[in-house]
């Protein structure tokens, strides 16, 4: 049992190898490895199209089992910039954060609200709006910025202003307390222990309020832990507390519902339209 254990494991983390970034389409300038605060993780790469102006914002927050990752695998950000700022003039930024066990997933979560709160602070230089902000992460970012988005309070204590929306895509943890309540994988174990407290703490269906921001959560129809079912849970709970909540089930697999966001097809053309209504509000 505990060589299939580690086996699983492997494989997840195998998934999120770092891959070299192909070079951003020609009219796409990029600014690499801006701080938003003293450790060396906490950086970001902003693309930015070639002449924006109020452009609205798409900040990526990686995957990579809380453990690992980068913020310039192939991924991440090959084909959301080539659509997003290539196609559609918006500004990418795509950061890292620290990791799981030098950190725990709270100060995770800061230092993403902390880079929410640069990125708004800076917006204006790069010619973007700060408040036409679109959130997004795969897997463990997905965690983290749904666990930020059920309740903004979390990201407006460090200086973080309103944002637009989320794009969840693909957490197996966004029912954190019903994942560790049920046989799992090691790894979660090593990121979330053994306190049922601590588990509530960070678990984004358990945080949810009214002023949830809304938000779109995708999941793999292909994996067999349950992300849809967790997904589901999160935006009937969503609803209900009176948030905007979407679900958009996809026949990809883990890996694909990140890295093939952003190229032609319905899946990114959905994307789009939950984005696209979230701009247009006033």
């Known amino acids: 049992m505990k060589q299939t254990v580690h086996r699983a494991t492997a494989a997840l983390l195998a998934l999120v190898a770092v891959a070299a970034l192909a070079a951003p389409p020609a009219d796409v300038r990029r600014l ?11 950086r970001m790469d902003v693309f930015l199209p070639a002449a924006p102006r109020e452009a609205p914002i798409l900040l990526m927050v990686h995957g990579g089992a809380w453990m690992v990752g980068d913020k310039s695998m192939s991924r991440v950000v090959d084909a959301k910039v080539a659509h997003w700022v290539g196609e559609r003039g918006s500004i990418v930024v795509s950061i890292n954060y620290r990791m799981v066990p030098e950190v725990d ?11 929410l ?17 679109v959130l997004m992460g795969h897997s463990a970012g997905a965690h983290l910025v749904a666990l930020l ?5 979390r990201a407006a204590a460090l200086g973080a202003g309103p944002w637009r929306g989320t794009v969840v895509l693909d957490s197996a943890a966004i029912d954190t307390v019903a994942l560790m309540s049920r046989r799992h994988l090691r ?3 090593r990121v979330f222990g053994a306190d049922p407290a601590y588990w509530r703490s960070v678990s984004p269906t358990a945080a949810l309020t009214p002023r949830a921001v809304p938000t779109l959560v995708v999941c793999s129809t292909l994996r067999r832990d349950d992300s849809c079912g967790q997904a589901k849970v999160f935006v009937d709970r969503a609803r209900a507390v009176g948030a905007r909540s979407e679900l958009l089930p996809q026949a990809l697999d883990h890996a694909d519902v990140n890295g093939e966001l952003g190229r032609p097809g319905a899946y990114t053309a959905s994307v789009d339209a939950f984005i696209d209504r979230l701009l247009d509000a006033r």
């Open 187 to 189: 790894l979660y174990d």
């Open 105 to 115: 997933v709270q100060a995770q979560a800061r230092d993403v609200a902390t880079a």
């Open 117 to 133: 709160a640069t990125v708004q602070a800076r917006a204006a230089e790069w010619g973007g709006d700060p408040s036409r902000l």
């Open 149 to 153: 988005s059920a309740d903004p309070a």
């Open 32 to 42: 690499d490895d801006l701080p938003y605060g003293t450790d060396a993780r906490q």
